[in-house]
C-alpha cells in the first residue's frame, strides 16, 4: 500500500488549502472543499474494505452511491490542513444511497466532514450532470465578491456583466457567468438544494453575504475560477465609488468570443 499522505491527489488538496489561507479567503474555519476520487486511485492507498466509522450524512443522493471524496472537516481551520491533514481531512464512500458516509480515512479526533456536505454533494450531482469530468466542488469567502454584494444589484445578468467589464479575461474564463442566491441559513439541505440547481447553469454560485462556489474538473481549474472572480470584484471595490470613464464593451466582448471561440452566457450580451 503507496502512503496516503504522498497520494497526488492529496498533496494538491494541501496545497491548495494552503494557498486559499494564504490569500485570505478562510478565516478561522471559513470555507470547504470537497474532491471525487476513483475508487481505483483510492485502492492504491487505503484499504478500502476496513471502514473506521459511519456517519450519517442526513439527505440523499442516489447518483453518488458508492463513490469517494476527499473532504474538508467540520469546524476545521484551512490553515491548520499542511500540519494535520489526518485530523483536519477525512476520506470517505457514500452508501445508502448516499444517507450514510463511511469514514475510510483522517478525522482522527472523532470529527466529521464540513458542515456544509449537503451542499458540496448535491452540487456534485449537478455538475457531473453536465460534466461527468467535474471532481471538485470549493466553497470559501474572498473579501472583495463578499463586499460587492453589499454594495451590486444581486440580479445575476447585472452582477455577471459588471464583473466581465472589470478584466478582460473574465469572460473567457467563466462565459457562462456567475449565478447568484440570495441571502440564505447556510450549512443546511435548503442552501444545498438551491446551490445544487443554480450548478446547474454556471460554475460559479454566489452566496450574498456569505461567499461563493466553485467548481470544476481540477483543484487548479476550480481555484482559479475563484480568483479570476475575485480580481474582478476587487477592481469593483476599487472604482466603483468614481466616475467611469472607461469600460469594456459588448462589442469588445463579441471580440473576445470570436478570438477565443467561446459563447457567452445566452441573452447576457447585446
Ligand atoms: O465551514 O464556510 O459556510 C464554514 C463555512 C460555512
Ligand atoms: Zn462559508
Excluded at 464540513?114 to 471532481?135: C, G, I, K, Q, Y
Amino acid at each position: 500500500m503507496k502512503e496516503l499522505l504522498k497520494a497526488p491527489f492529496m498533496v494538491e488538496m494541501v496545497r491548495t488549502i494552503t494557498n486559499m489561507y494564504n490569500h485570505g479567503w478562510d478565516e478561522r474555519n471559513g470555507g470547504n472543499i470537497s474532491v471525487l476520487l476513483d475508487e481505483c486511485e483510492v485502492a492504491e492507498y487505503l484499504d478500502v474494505t476496513r471502514v473506521i466509522r459511519n456517519i450519517p450524512t442526513g439527505f440523499e443522493a442516489p447518483e453518488l452511491d458508492g463513490k469517494y471524496f476527499l473532504v474538508t472537516g467540520t469546524g476545521k481551520y484551512f490553515k491548520n490542513v499542511q500540519y494535520e491533514p489526518e485530523v483536519n481531512l477525512g476520506v470517505l464512500r457514500l452508501t445508502d444511497a448516499g444517507k450514510n458516509a463511511e469514514l475510510l480515512w483522517g478525522f482522527t479526533d472523532g470529527g466529521k466532514f464540513t458542515s456544509e456536505f449537503p451542499a458540496h454533494m448535491m452540487s456534485h450531482v449537478a455538475r457531473l450532470s453536465v460534466n461527468p469530468h467535474n471532481r471538485i466542488v470549493m466553497h470559501c469567502h474572498p473579501a472583495n465578491l463578499l463586499a460587492m454584494t453589499y454594495v451590486h444589484d444581486l440580479d445575476e445578468k447585472a452582477f455577471t456583466r459588471t464583473l466581465w467589464q472589470m478584466c478582460t479575461e473574465c469572460i473567457v474564463v467563466f462565459p457562462e457567468g456567475v449565478n447568484v442566491l440570495p441571502w440564505m441559513l447556510c450549512g443546511t439541505n435548503e442552501i444545498g438544494e438551491a446551490t445544487a440547481e443554480k450548478m446547474k447553469t454556471a460554475r460559479l454560485v454566489v452566496w450574498a453575504q456569505h461567499g461563493i462556489y466553485g467548481a470544476g474538473q481540477d483543484l487548479d481549474e476550480t481555484f482559479g475560477l475563484i480568483e479570476t472572480a475575485e480580481k474582478a470584484a476587487e477592481i469593483y471595490m476599487k472604482i466603483a465609488h468614481l466616475p467611469l470613464v472607461n469600460t469594456i464593451t459588448d462589442k469588445q466582448m463579441h471580440e473576445l468570443e470570436q478570438r477565443f471561440g467561446f459563447t457567452a452566457r445566452e441573452g447576457y450580451l447585446d
